[in-house]
């Protein structure tokens, strides 16, 4: 064949896209399907029984509610942090490149680590911020076992990836065609004109990246809420990933499992393709 042997230099990435990415996906949707314990090799086909079970899990529909709130909160908080430090230090002051480095930093820690250290400052018993508030004499506060601070500090913690999101627009505004900028700005546009009419609309394309990134981790997120709250108090802030967790390895029901999993991936691929649209 024409190109043959280019072809082949495809074969190593197409091999890992089957093994990683089509093979989990389709055996997933198979055990969707499933009664199965995740265990045992017995699987007892159900069809969509547990698609049908989801639709009445009362736990289910409050992870997806909460799923979004992680995912449409933390991202707004990204964008408008993001954006005001990539303004600020896209000029020349002195200490820029510093302090780009040390805002992208907390990027580079593991969420597990992070989440570790906001459960530190917030815990109720021996937590930095209760520990200070009873040396000024005042009440402690009550936060992990509230579930709208929970869901705060959960969406909060969220900062840890401002500095992506910072890159990513520091990088649309050093692309930026400058000779407009200079036109506009000989025509008299300035501060707030020139943002919203040349600016913003010039950083379209990191709007968009930097948007799917930061939904697609904020609708994913785990690993921060079993550190912090362990999806607690009760369900109250579980989001569909960590509650596939729980289904599956605490009540040991991995079709239902699955079938959340394909939902998930379902609604990812639907707000990817529509950001991309977009």
Known sequence: FKG??????????????????????????????????????????????????????????????????????????????????????????KGCN??????????????????????????????ALNTILSALGLEKVVLFQNATTALIILVMNSVQFVGTSMIIYLAGLQGLDQSVVEAAS???????????????????????TSVVLNLIGGLKLFDVIKVLTGGGPGYSTNSVSSYISIQYFDNQNAGYAAAMGVVLFIIIAVVTTVMNKG
């Open 4 to 93: 043959a042997s280019v072809n082949l230099f495809y074969a190593p990435a197409l091999i890992m896209l089957v093994l990683f990415s089509l093979y989990p996906l389709i055996s997933g949707i198979g055990i969707s399907l499933t009664s199965w314990d995740g265990f045992n090799p017995e699987k007892i086909f159900v069809g969509l029984s547990n698609y049908v079970t989801m639709l009445r899990d009362a736990n289910f529909r409050m992870t997806l509610i909460n799923t979004f709130i992680y995912g449409i909160g933390s991202t707004i908080i990204q964008q408008v942090l993001g954006l005001g430090l990539a303004l600020l230090l896209n000029s020349k002051i």
């Open 186 to 208: 000989l025509d008299g546009a300035s501060g707030w004109k020139m943002f919203w009419n040349i600016t913003l609309p010039g950083l379209a394309p990191s709007f968009t």
């Open 98 to 127: 510093l302090m780009r480095a040390i805002i992208y930093l907390p990027a580079l820690v593991s969420a597990v680590i992070m989440g570790t250290m906001y459960y530190f400052i917030f815990q109720y018993d021996t937590g």
